[in-house]
């Protein structure tokens, strides 16, 4: 079965800074990835998603991520940071091991602080 | 264009009594999924609805009932609420076509059980 872990439940960088997130995954099928983003009291919002092709992936509000296929990773990076970027941030593997259900597996997510 | 809706926003209900949780799609999705999102925790699934007509239990179903109304509507029902039910719930949905399409997810239901 499909499994998600996020290193770091809370990742605190200064505005301007390199933001990484990251992501592993666990899949006995080629995997499609996504990274969704939640402001305060709001739902989740796609930020990227990577199916097949192209390992590195450009997203919204410039996040990218870069899937690895020999370490099982899709870590999620911005260079250079904003204030408005504070939020919690999830990965999800879409669980195709099971039949076409679509259910979506989540890591435990990351708060993101930016410090002034 | 509204998306994915859930009503109510929040809720505060007394341990033992019910509830259902409305979530409706206008973007013709066959799949609908519960999730309950608690901290540290991630989101995890509750129940799914793979097409209309279907649904199936997820990672935590105990306490829960869902019914698929027909395309748009899928619903979560609360028959005897417990304070491990204190929770935000999202509905999502999703356009299943092969695993690379996006969910969609709701706002959320903050609900609290005293």
């Known amino acids: 079965a499909q499994s998600v872990t996020q290193l770091g439940s809370h990742v605190s960088v200064s505005e301007g800074a390199l933001v990484l997130l990251r992501c592993n995954y666990s899949s006995s099928v080629p995997p499609y990835l996504f990274w969704y983003v939640q402001y305060p009291n709001q739902g989740l919002q796609l930020l990227l998603k990577?199916?097949?092709?192209?390992?590195l992936v450009k997203g919204i509000n410039g996040f990218e991520a870069e899937f690895k296929k020999s370490e099982t990773s899709f870590h999620l990076t911005k260079p250079s940071a904003h204030m408005s970027d504070a939020a919690e941030y999830f990965c999800a593997v879409s669980d195709e091991g099971s039949g076409n259900t679509g259910k979506l597996i989540f890591g435990q997510g990351t708060t993101l602080q930016v410090k002034p | 264009n509204a998306g994915v809706t859930q009503t109510p926003k929040f809720q505060v209900l007394k341990t033992g009594q019910s509830m259902t949780l409305q979530c409706a799609q206008d973007m013709n999705h066959n799949s609908m999924y519960w999730y309950r999102q608690d901290p540290g925790m991630g989101l995890r699934l509750i129940y799914y609805s793979a097409s209309e007509g279907t649904t199936d239990k997820g990672e935590v179903p105990n306490g829960y009932n869902v019914s698929r109304l027909n395309k748009r509507e899928f619903s979560l029902r609360l028959e005897s609420a417990a304070p491990s039910q204190t929770s935000v719930y999202f509905c999502?949905?999703?356009?299943?076509?092969?695993?690379?399409?996006?969910?969609?997810f709701g706002q959320g239901t903050r609900l609290t059980v005293v």
């Open positions: 999502a949905s999703r356009m299943i076509t092969g695993g690379n399409t996006e969910a969609f």
């Open positions: 990577y199916t097949t092709g192209a390992t």
